[in-house]
């Protein structure tokens, strides 16, 4: 008896081995863990582009054997969806449904559809937190429940169909998730092309000091010093400055306002914490002017760390990164 049809037409023959393995690995756990034999009683049988599943009746029960047959094919079919056809369906939003036509702006927000998908932070992170697993476990099982029971009624199953015209909870989770990810990407691109137009402006100016030393205390509070470490006067900002900052930036504000105004030649960081975004905001805007120290006599003192005497005498790459 035929119990079951599984049908891709859009498969390759590379994809449909792959459908293939999905569904022979999925049973082969079903085997491993049941007395009965829905293992012998049932086989599949590859044509082209379908998976057809027969059942012998002298071993095979519908009622009591099916169910299991169906749950470990939905899985199957849902693992397949998740890994292979996800980035497809993707890649498909951004282009219609949100109208991004060009290659490489779509290629970008697919990266950070990845991003999120694979619980990594758009900073990059090597390792794929356990999250991660997780959620994507969660999708599976979602489109799972939804294959299983239209199994449970239906003894074919056209999964290009399927997958267009009846997961809309799926679709709807993706929509949201590349929705997102666009607003990332925007936000993004917005806050690079002000970093260079910070860029430009700190260019355009005239330097004014030599040095200045900047003491990072701790959060957002700083202290500028001058060439001789003695605490530089409040000045005036930059009217356009003040005002490009106000609206794009937080937490730097006052630091990159001043900076620009007083434009120093050279800027020496010292802080104790080199990995805050607000270090790499403020390399990326002065470039080659800045230089974080981590430890020297002058900051060690602010920090209550000792006087330049008592510090081990550390290669100057150990103090200060260029």
Not at 295 to 315: A, N, V
Request: charged share 30%.
């Amino acid at each position: 008896m035929e119990l079951l049809t599984v049908s891709l037409m859009s498969a390759s023959d590379e994809t449909m081995e792959k459908l293939e393995q999905n569904l022979h690995d999925e049973f082969a756990a079903l085997h491993s863990t049941t007395n009965r034999k829905p293992r012998s009683a049932v086989r599949m049988e590859r044509e082209e582009q379908a998976i057809r599943f027969f059942a012998d009746l002298h071993d095979f029960h519908l009622e009591k054997d099916g169910p299991p047959v169906y749950r470990k094919t939905a899985s199957a079919l849902a693992g397949y969806i998740v890994a292979e056809l996800e980035p497809l369906l993707i890649k498909a939003i951004i282009r219609k449904q949100f109208h991004y036509e060009d290659p490489q702006e779509a290629e970008a927000i697919e990266r950070y559809c990845r991003n999120l998908l694979d619980g990594a932070q758009f900073a990059g992170e090597e390792s794929e937190p356990a999250g991660a697993e997780a959620d994507r476990l969660r999708r599976k099982q979602k489109v799972a429940s939804e294959i299983e029971a239209f199994l449970a009624e239906n003894t074919r199953i056209h999964l290009d169909g399927f997958v267009t015209f009846r997961l809309a909870p799926y679709w709807e989770e993706l929509r949201e998730i590349t929705a997102y990810a666009i607003d990332e990407y925007v936000m993004d691109k917005q806050y690079q092309e002000f970093i260079s137009l910070l860029k430009y402006f700190v260019r355009m100016q005239e330097v004014k000091l030599p040095i200045v030393h900047v003491l990072h205390k701790g959060g957002s509070e700083f202290a500028l010093y001058d060439e001789h470490f003695e605490l530089l006067d409040a000045a005036p900002a930059d009217r356009i400055v003040v005002d490009m900052l106000e609206s794009e930036m937080n937490m730097e504000d006052m630091i990159v306002s001043t900076l620009i105004t007083v434009s120093p030649k050279q800027i020496v960081i010292h802080t104790r914490q080199p990995e805050l975004a607000v270090m790499r905001t403020l390399e990326s805007i002065f470039e080659n002017r800045v230089r974080l120290c981590v430890e020297c006599g002058h900051c060690g003192t602010y920090f209550g760390e000792g006087e330049q005497e008592q510090l081990p005498d550390l290669p100057r790459a150990q103090r200060i990164r260029t």
